[in-house]
């Protein structure tokens, strides 16, 4: 009977352990709570081109719906009025200036320039708490391979290095092949916008049992103006200013841009799908923004003054939205002043990671998610010799060093249309001492 006993005892044990065991393993293999992070950029979009922005010529119904819902921001700034700076700024979570890229770095002149790696970016920061990292799309912040998103936190990477590229043979400005896989050059035959769509679809697909973060940043509207069924324009060797093989009518330009825009937002919808197929969609979120306002050429800034490249708000006032269902009520419209810098610090916040010191952005995420009103602060931008510094409803603009101040008050002249500077001369002065001390702060000596 001892023997027996012995046994009985020995078999409790036993059984106890693999219990212990399978606790153990399902407790190594928690159930996924660290939301999807997902950023989807537009290039050279104006604050009108989308129908929930009122727009009547262009249909974005995917957008239209991600703005419904979720949040519409009206107010929502990018950090440069062209592309390079804003991108450096949105993948740092500081001015553009403090990390060297106030201009646009193009492929003629700034082939050694690029983001240095030193600088943290959020794909590398959101890494150090498991998530895995994806862009597909406009890099623009370096072209030689040491700036290459695979070494700046980028697990996966495919998409162009430079400001734009063909939409079908995908050459540069300058003639040079710029269709990447990781840090080598592989072309692939398709319209950009729909290979930067397939891949991003593809990344979502097989990482839904895992945290990731996504980076879309598309090409579409930004030129050379091409639809789907547009010749190729551009090969190797082609050089910037070469003539068009057919140059469009004012017609048929905004028709192309029209598709343009319509493509992207059909890629937006497809994403969007997905997330809804996978089940996944209530544990993503999804931020989309421009990085600066239309060009002079074609597009629609939907009355603001001034275009891309000008400091006034139809330069870097741009259409945004935050999309988090369950967690982030439909139907608002949000007026807080935001910067694509804030992004950083507010997906970093949801995914519940540490965020870096030392960031110029700040945290969204009890605005957008209770609705608690942001801490007043002075916003700065600064290109090409002008600046502009906003603070509360006033905005005042510095053309260079020598001109004369303008000062606008956006809540009465969203237009900017009457300087008002000279009826305001103790909140001018006072003004320009923060726009000096600002420039002294985060301008690199390579950008004075």
């Known amino acids: 009977m001892k023997i027996k006993g012995f046994y009985n005892v020995l078999s409790v044990l036993v059984l106890a352990a693999v219990v212990l065991s399978c606790k153990a393993n399902k407790a190594a ?29 262009i249909n974005t119904p995917n957008l239209d719906k991600m703005a419904a819902e979720g949040i519409r921001f009206t107010d929502f700034h990018a950090n440069g ?12 979570g500081k001015y553009q200036q403090r990390v060297g890229i106030d201009g ?14 030193a600088e943290k970016t959020f794909a590398e920061a959101i890494k150090e708490s498991g998530y895995v990292t994806g862009m597909f799309g ?8 040491e700036f290459n998103p695979i070494n700046q936190g980028f697990d996966e990477y495919i998409g162009y290095v430079s400001g734009n590229v063909d939409y079908h043979s995908h050459i540069d400005q300058e003639g040079y092949e710029d269709w990447w896989v990781d840090d080598k050059i592989q072309n692939e035959k398709g319209y950009s916008t729909d290979l930067i769509t397939k891949h991003s679809v ?132 949000n007026n807080e002043t935001i910067l694509t810098i804030d992004l950083f610090p507010t997906i970093m916040s ?57 000062l606008y008050n956006l809540k009465q002249d969203i237009s900017e249309t009457t300087n008002v500077a ?7 002065k006072t003004l320009l001492q923060k726009l000096e001390a600002w420039s002294k702060d985060v301008y690199t000596d390579s950008n004075k």
């Not at 062209?82 to 949105?90: G, Q």
């Not at 770095?105 to 690029?114: I, M």
């Not at 002079?296 to 988090?324: D, I």
């Open 138 to 145: 406009k890099w623009h912040v370096g072209y030689k391979t």
């Open 202 to 333: 593809d990344f979502i697909k097989r990482h839904k049992d895992e945290p990731f973060l996504l980076y879309i940043p598309h090409e579409a509207p930004h030129g050379p103006f091409q639809g789907r069924k547009s010749a190729a324009e551009r090969y190797v060797g082609w050089k910037s200013g070469s003539a068009p093989k057919n140059k469009m009518s004012e017609e048929e330009l905004n028709a192309i841009y029209k598709e343009m825009v319509e493509v992207m937002d059909e890629g937006v919808g497809k994403v969007m799908a997905t997330l809804k197929e996978l089940k996944i969609d209530k544990n993503t979120i999804v931020f989309f923004c421009s990085d600066n306002g239309a060009s002079r050429k074609v597009g629609s800034n939907g009355g603001l003054r001034g275009y891309k490249s000008t400091l006034w708000e139809g330069g870097h006032r741009v259409s945004a939205m935050a999309w988090y269902p369950g967690t982030i009520e439909p139907n608002q419209v």
């Open 29 to 57: 293999k928690p159930k996924i709570t660290n939301p999807n992070i997902i950023i989807i950029m537009a290039d050279d979009m104006g604050y009108g081109d989308l129908s929930c922005y009122g727009s009547t010529l």
């Open 422 to 428: 000279s009826e305001h001369p103790e909140l001018v």
């Open 104 to 117: 646009v770095v193009t492929a003629k002149k700034h082939r050694d320039k690029g983001l240095a790696t």
């Open 350 to 406: 949801f995914a519940g990671s540490e965020t870096p010191e030392n960031l110029d952005g700040i945290n969204l995420r009890n605005n957008l998610v209770k609705g608690e009103t942001l801490p007043n602060r002075n916003v700065f931008w600064g290109y090409a010799g002008r600046k502009a510094i906003r603070h509360d409803d006033w905005k005042l603009i510095l053309r260079n060093k020598n001109a004369e101040p303008q």
């Open 81 to 92: 009025s062209v592309c390079s700076p804003t991108r450096a700024a949105l993948l740092t």
